[in-house]
């Protein structure tokens, strides 16, 4: 068999909604370069499958009719021949059929909860896939597999990729394995949080555990969050869509456990306590005379009052340089009157300046505040619209209150440049109005454009995970560790725990489901000690003098001397007539096996005890020699684990440890053979 190469090497690993896929190995390994929705849409004839959803489009000809004049008049409905209109009846019918890239409806989905539930729909993503990349023929292949998928499955997957695509090479490898990989990490617990499902595994020296596999825990994924989130905020108005988009906001937080919701303080009455200096209204307060039925006292202690004659409309008795006309107010005869307006509307400007004060105070602290402390937060969302809701006269409309505009942008002069310069300038706005007019069509073919808007979230927006999902993946995380046989194994596994899968973006996540752990498993190493809890209580620290030197404690009933029964049978093995009086060998050697056996079940209870109860829990990052997964984050570590193990399987060692099967051994053994190369 010919060596293979890096670029040759074909990388597919599917997912729930996502399927993630790669022709070559990069000298520095990448995300995926091809991402699809793992989804197929029904062609006309049944077993045949299209990767977008295909509409017909009906157009109405007109059939070519002889004008007045003589002329042929063709394609129209209604035409007007020298002041002559002719109505046309003869129409042919043209249809037309359209990809909509955008559309979900009647969409299959043939991976769920991890299991393949269509395999023709899943054959026909693959071969997508395939056709997409448009691999060389000399090309082996690496398809990541899910926990659920049972040996049947791995067969059939196996004959379908030697009949369909005649690979010369073919690799399955676990999802869980691939994680381990890409940590660089050959024991790990592995979290992964996909979209309605998390699977914890346990990996021990690059082995999969097969305890507790194949029982996904349901209701725990992404799904479940934007659910969560749907159920608190229905009544306010928000769509599923709506809870999807905000779910990925930086907004939207996993709380720790026990940490408090953030609650909305309202600000006092300040116009009150500004104009009447009412009680708690500050330093100076006293009694409201208006609460008593009196007039207002006016203006408070230290109330700021600004400028009296700022806004004001003059009324009688004041002349536009806001001096008093006294004698005007004093022959009205309501001086009394006019003088407690005027302290009115005096108290009243001053109420309304403080109180924009204060509420300015309050925004810029409430702003200040970290998103997991603020009551409110502002949430910027995309919702799809028709084009024709958004065509106003030619031109696209704005998408209401704090929309974006989907139009195309003015086009600026710019200045005077070199020749050089020039010809780069307009080949750029050629490339600009190419792009422009190629989003055009896309927009136009699809129907429907993305129009922003602003909406405010309050604290629910902190409850993304509150149904309980966390404390569900962390008793499942205490009961596989605590199912590992080696029980010198189980520290190790706790402190190699790897958090992976898109449904644990959610800001917060990893860190609540840590301190999760920590509040419900862990135990600090002052009170776990091994010599606190493995001897007995009534040991001491044994000194130079030996005065305090641990003495041994036998509980097994025993009679005669107060000799050490192991002792004594050791001693009188070979001599009986050293025994005690009264006391036989047997009855030595029942005492010695009643020893032994208690002091077993001591150490087996004590190795148990251990087991159960973490002193420390750690969760794993990914190694910093991949700069190109520092952006993306490592919830599809998955991916790089693929690539790494594709790496060493099909390039270095050429298939020396038997990690992928050839076409050679696919004849003799058939499909079957796969489960002895698989890793």
């Not at 597919?12 to 929705?37: D, K, N, V, Y």
């Amino acid at each position: 068999m010919p060596p293979f190469k890096d670029e040759h090497v074909l990388i597919i690993a599917p997912g729930s909604q996502i399927t993630l896929a790669q022709l070559g190995l990069p000298e520095s390994f990448t995300p995926a370069r091809l991402r699809i929705p793992t989804r197929m849409f029904p062609a006309e004839h049944k077993g045949e499958w299209e990767p977008m959803k295909v509409r017909e489009k009906k157009l109405s000809r007109a059939a070519p009719q002889i004008g007045l004049n003589g002329h042929v008049e063709g394609d129209i409905t209604m035409g007007e021949t020298n002041g002559t209109t002719i109505n046309l009846e003869d129409h042919e019918e043209e249809i037309l059929y359209e990809e909509d890239p955008t559309s979900e409806e009647g969409a299959v989905y043939p991976l769920r909860d991890g299991r393949v539930v269509d395999w023709s729909c899943f054959f026909a993503l693959l071969t997508h896939v395939y056709n997409t990349l448009s691999p060389p023929f000399h090309t082996p292949i690496l398809v990541i597999a899910q926990p659920q998928w049972k040996p049947q499955d791995h067969e059939t997957l196996t004959q379908f990729f030697f009949e369909k695509f005649r690979t010369p090479a073919f690799c399955l490898m676990d999802s869980a394995l691939a994680i381990s990989y890409a940590y660089a990490t050959p024991t790990a617990t592995v979290v992964d949080v996909g979209y309605q499902k998390c699977e914890v595994s346990i990996v021990n020296e690059y082995v999969v555990s097969d305890l507790g596999r194949g029982t996904p825990l349901l209701n725990c994924g992404g799904e479940a969050m934007t659910q969560r989130l749907f159920e608190l905020l229905n009544g306010k108005g928000f769509t599923k869509e709506m809870c999807e988009q905000l779910k990925k906001n930086a907004i939207c937080e996993v709380l720790p456990p026990g940490a408090e919701l953030p609650v909305e303080t309202e600000l006092g009455n300040a116009a009150s306590a500004g104009s009447t200096g009412a009680t708690g209204s500050g330093d100076g307060q006293r009694g409201s005379i208006a609460a008593q039925g009196g007039a207002p006292r006016g203006p408070g202690v230290n109330t700021d009052l600004g400028d009296a004659d700022e806004g004001r409309e003059f009324k009688d008795g004041e002349d536009d340089d806001g001096v008093l006309d006294v004698a005007t107010i004093v022959a009205s005869g309501k001086t009394s009157e006019f003088l407690a307006r005027k302290e009115k509307e005096k108290a009243e400007r001053a109420a309304a300046r403080k109180k924009d004060a204060a509420d300015a105070a309050a925004a810029s602290k409430e702003r200040a505040l970290p998103n997991s402390k603020r009551a409110k937060a502002v949430f910027h969302y995309q919702e799809r619209r028709p084009l024709e809701e958004l065509n106003v006269n030619g031109k696209r409309a704005m998408g209401g209150e704090g929309g974006q505009d989907v139009g195309e942008p003015k086009r600026q002069k710019s200045p005077e440049l070199g020749a050089e310069s020039e010809i780069q300038t307009a080949e750029n706005a050629a490339a600009a109005r190419k792009e422009e007019r190629k989003e055009e069509r896309r927009r136009n073919r699809e129907g429907t454009a993305f129009v922003r808007k602003t909406v405010e979230v309050g604290p629910e927006r902190l409850q993304v995970a509150s149904g309980g999902i966390l404390d569900q993946i962390a008793d499942t995380i205490h009961r596989r560790i605590s199912s590992v046989p080696e029980v010198n194994k189980r520290s190790d596994l706790w402190d190699s725990l790897v958090i992976a899968g898109n449904g644990s973006r959610v800001k917060g996540f990893k860190e609540a489901l840590l301190a999760t752990l920590h509040a419900r498993y862990l135990i600090s190493p002052s009170s776990a000690t091994i010599f606190s809890s493995e001897l007995p209580s009534n040991f001491t620290t044994p000194v130079a003098t030996g005065a305090n030197t641990p003495q041994p404690q036998h509980h097994a009933p025993h009679h005669g001397t107060g000799v050490n029964p192991l002792l004594l049978a050791a001693t009188t093995a070979s001599n009986p007539n050293l025994a005690p009086p009264g006391q036989s060998q047997q009855q030595l050697h029942q005492q010695l096996q009643q020893q032994q056996y208690y002091q077993q079940q001591m150490q087996s209870h004590q190795h148990s005890s251990h087991a159960q109860t973490p002193t420390s829990i750690k969760v794993l990052k990914l190694p910093d020699y991949f700069p190109e997964w520092k952006d993306t984050g490592a919830e599809e570590a998955v991916f790089l684990g693929a690539q790494v193990a594709a790496k060493v399987v099909f390039v270095v060692d050429q298939g020396l440890s038997k990690g992928f099967m050839s076409r050679t051994e696919y004849n003799e053994m058939g499909p079957q053979g796969i489960h002895e190369s698989c890793l």
